[in-house]
């Protein structure tokens, strides 16, 4: 099964998708922390992809596109992902819909996490980040149970570069799905609509519900 998780920045895509593929088994890749672990490394890739992100800004759909194709041709995605982030627009939406094509498949589910604009800014301005597995917090709503250290490995979180209230703004006006894309997936049957303005667990069991 091949998933789309849509939705705007904070909407909670990163903490669902880990949620998800607890239940489901369904691999979770998220093209933001694939530019993350790139810009940590220092790679080529990452160093173009930080000034973007640094100013809220997609990064190009040729490089974002190449990635990601790259990543699903690994053996691990043969069948099936949860997608986290991408695509952002129906350029990237089509790139993914060719390649799935090629190997017989396409996307089952797109599933559009609905949170209202003045929640999300809340939510961003509160996170935190395990530094080691990627966990995501919130200082009041999902905070871990030792301040400063991840529930899961005990690594350091942080709050990410790109949370700074002035590029947060600039994100949620730019970054939210644009309606040709969420249009993409409705006309190809495959879009469902689930309420992320709930408690975590509920909007899980909404979101699997909408996996059937
Ligand atoms: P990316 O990392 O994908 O950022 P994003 O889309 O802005 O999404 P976020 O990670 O900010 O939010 P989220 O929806 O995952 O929310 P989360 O679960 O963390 O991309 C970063 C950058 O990379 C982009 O700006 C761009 O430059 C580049 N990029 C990535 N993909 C790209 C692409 N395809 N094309 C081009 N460029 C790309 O939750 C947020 C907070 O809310 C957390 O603290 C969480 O604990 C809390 N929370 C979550 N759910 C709830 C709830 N129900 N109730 C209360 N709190 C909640």
């Given amino acids: 099964m091949f998933v789309v998780l849509l939705g705007p920045p904070g909407a909670g895509k990163g903490t669902q998708a880990r949620r998800l ?6 691999l979770h890749l998220s093209t933001g922390d694939m530019f993350r672990e790139n810009v940590r490394d220092g790679t080529e ?12 800004e997609l990064v190009p759909d040729e490089v974002t596109i190449a990635m990601l194709l790259e990543r699903i041709a690994r053996p691990d995605a043969a069948d099936g992902a949860m997608f986290d982030g991408f695509p952002r627009n129906v350029a990237q939406a089509q790139a993914l819909d060719e390649a799935l094509a090629g190997r017989g498949a396409a996307i089952d589910r797109a599933l559009l996490i609905a949170v209202s604009d003045g929640e999300l800014e809340g939510r961003l301005g509160g996170r935190w980040l395990c530094r080691a597995c990627g966990a995501v917090y919130h200082e009041r709503n999902d905070p871990p149970k030792e301040a400063g250290r991840c529930d899961q490995c005990a690594g350091e979180i942080y709050q ?4 700074r209230p002035e590029v947060v703004r600039t994100r949620i006006e730019r970054q939210k799905p644009p309606a040709a894309l969420i249009g993409h997936y409705r006309d190809a049957g495959a879009l469902r609509e689930v309420d992320g303005e709930r408690d975590l667990d509920a909007v899980t069991d909404g979101l699997l519900e909408a996996l059937d």
Avoid: F
């Avoid at 890739?45 to 809220?56: I, N, S, T």
């Avoid at 990410?160 to 949370?163: A, E, L």
């Fill in 21 to 26: 593929t607890g239940a489901t088994g369904l």
């Fill in 160 to 163: 990410r570069d790109d949370d």
């Fill in 45 to 56: 890739l990452g160093v173009l992809a930080k000034g973007y992100m640094d100013r809220g």
